[in-house]
């Protein structure tokens, strides 16, 4: 239990020192810096270093933050074996462990999270409870365990500050803001395009794909109703987006992005349309309106937070399931009984919220 006297003492003393432990996906960045923001808020003072995936830094650029970010790969080192790559390890190992740590908070929940929680010697280490874990071994890990109340993911991170005696401020918001270089390569690419609907058919995996060629009818109706349409794209989603223009027809521009131009493209978005990916959570903190579009993963703990984005769904006794490449029942029900006119239909009701 971490005492009121603990807490006035990381405040007042001397500043803290904080390490936050979140590697990744793009999404989940976005969805743990409201927790950042209030561990900032209620310890001004301290210092506050956040581990991170090197390919998700940008996340945390783009959102202003006043943290230090420690990024690393974590994928290279496991991918790459070898002396140079276990020197570096330890080389990072060391680092970590003498860098004074009072408090570490793992947002991850993963194996490989908790123990770098461990690693860095903080004496209090607060992660989740067990049954809120991804991988249930993380919890012998930390000192100070978080049974979450609520659903929503975002929710749940905010949770994990309860034991330094911050209550959740769900009014908190973090917007991505884009640099002033996105914003004139964007203007450059979409050609004076403006007041536009943004459609991200990507999925990252298999089954949170809804069909490319349903998201083209969708944007010929939407440029039938003289709203125009830009298509952007992650790596090796390019099939998608030649599938998605030749049954939309003329008229869809196609904007490829990097994730700065990505935020800077949705900053002049009328509406956001796409699945539960990265780009959709980046629209969100860019502060643009969204509908997305749900299969296999919960809308309840991942979907958009904003009340009047809309999600479009079915809500089935089997989901969530979370398979990532295959329907576990065989029938795609989640997504493929998702029609064309139940996005068009919820695109228009967002639109109209959005004035």
Same mark, same amino acid.
């Given at each position: 239990?971490?005492?009121?006297?603990?807490?006035?003492?990381?405040?007042?003393? =001397?500043?803290?020192?904080?390490?936050?432990?979140?590697?990744?996906?793009?999404?989940?960045?976005?969805?743990?810096?409201?927790?950042?923001?209030?561990?900032?808020?209620?310890? !001004?003072?301290?210092?506050?270093?956040?581990?991170?995936? %090197?390919?998700?830094?940008?996340?945390? #650029?783009?959102?202003?933050?006043?943290?230090?970010?420690?990024?690393?790969?974590?994928?290279?080192? &496991?991918?790459?074996?070898?002396?140079?790559?276990?020197?570096?390890?330890?080389?990072?190992?060391?680092?970590? %462990?003498?860098?004074?740590? #009072?408090?570490?908070?793992?947002?991850?929940?993963?194996?490989?999270?908790?123990?770098?929680?461990?690693?860095?010697?903080?004496?209090?280490?607060?992660?989740?409870? +067990?049954?809120?874990? %991804?991988?249930?071994?993380? +919890?012998?890990?930390?000192?100070?365990?978080?049974?979450?109340? &609520?659903?929503?993911?975002?929710?749940?991170?905010?949770?994990?500050?309860?034991?330094?005696?911050? #209550? !959740?401020?769900?009014?908190? /918001?973090?917007?991505?803001?884009?640099?002033?270089?996105? =914003?004139?390569?964007?203007?450059?690419?979409?050609?004076?395009?403006? $007041?536009?609907?943004?459609?991200?058919?990507?999925?990252?995996?298999?089954?949170?794909?809804?069909?490319?060629?349903?998201?083209? /009818?969708?944007?010929?109706?939407?440029?039938?109703?003289?709203?125009?349409?830009? @298509?952007?794209?992650?790596?090796?989603?390019?099939?998608?987006?030649?599938?998605?223009?030749?049954?939309?027809?003329?008229?869809?521009?196609?904007?490829?992005?990097?994730?700065?131009?990505? @935020?800077?493209?949705?900053?002049?978005?009328?509406?956001?349309?796409?699945?539960?990916?990265?780009?959709?959570?980046?629209?969100?903190?860019?502060?643009?309106?969204?509908?997305?579009?749900?299969?296999?993963?919960?809308?309840? =703990?991942?979907?958009?937070?904003?009340?009047?984005?809309?999600?479009?769904?079915?809500?089935?006794? *089997?989901?969530? *399931?979370?398979?990532?490449?295959?329907?576990?029942?065989?029938?795609?029900? *989640?997504?493929? $009984?998702?029609?064309?006119?139940?996005?068009?239909?919820?695109?228009?009701?967002?639109?109209?919220?959005?004035?």
């Amino acid at each position: 239990m971490i005492t009121k006297a603990k807490i006035e003492s990381l405040k007042s003393a =001397r500043p803290g020192r904080f390490l936050v432990v979140k590697f990744g996906s793009l999404g989940d960045i976005v969805h743990c810096l409201p927790s950042v923001a209030q561990l900032r808020r209620a310890f !001004p003072q301290a210092e506050i270093d956040w581990l991170i995936e %090197r390919k998700n830094r940008i996340v945390v #650029d783009l959102s202003g933050l006043e943290v230090r970010l420690i990024p690393i790969d974590t994928y290279q080192w &496991r991918n790459s074996p070898g002396i140079g790559s276990a020197k570096e390890i330890a080389e990072f190992v060391w680092a970590l %462990r003498t860098d004074g740590y #009072d408090c570490t908070i793992d947002f991850q929940g993963l194996v490989k999270s908790a123990f770098f929680a461990y690693l860095s010697g903080a004496p209090i280490r607060i992660g989740w409870e +067990r049954d809120f874990l %991804r991988e249930s071994v993380s +919890r012998f890990f930390y000192t100070e365990v978080v049974t979450p109340k &609520r659903i929503h993911i975002i929710d749940q991170q905010m949770e994990l500050l309860k034991p330094l005696g911050i #209550d !959740p401020d769900w009014q908190v /918001e973090v917007p991505l803001r884009a640099t002033d270089t996105a =914003r004139r390569s964007v203007k450059k690419k979409l050609e004076g395009l403006a $007041d536009y609907v943004v459609i991200n058919p990507g999925g990252n995996w298999k089954t949170k794909c809804w069909q490319a060629e349903r998201y083209g /009818e969708l944007a010929a109706r939407l440029i039938n109703d003289g709203l125009p349409v830009a @298509v952007t794209w992650g790596p090796g989603e390019e099939s998608l987006v030649r599938n998605l223009v030749r049954s939309a027809g003329n008229g869809v521009r196609e904007v490829p992005t990097s994730l700065e131009e990505l @935020v800077a493209l949705c900053e002049g978005a009328k509406l956001f349309v796409g699945g539960d990916t990265g780009p959709m959570h980046f629209a969100a903190a860019a502060g643009t309106p969204i509908v997305s579009i749900f299969g296999p993963t919960s809308s309840d =703990r991942n979907g958009p937070f904003r009340r009047d984005d809309i999600v479009v769904e079915r809500r089935l006794p *089997c989901r969530p *399931c979370y398979e990532r490449d295959k329907c576990p029942l065989e029938h795609w029900q *989640c997504i493929v $009984d998702i029609t064309v006119d139940h996005v068009y239909e919820a695109c228009r009701k967002r639109l109209e919220l959005a004035g």
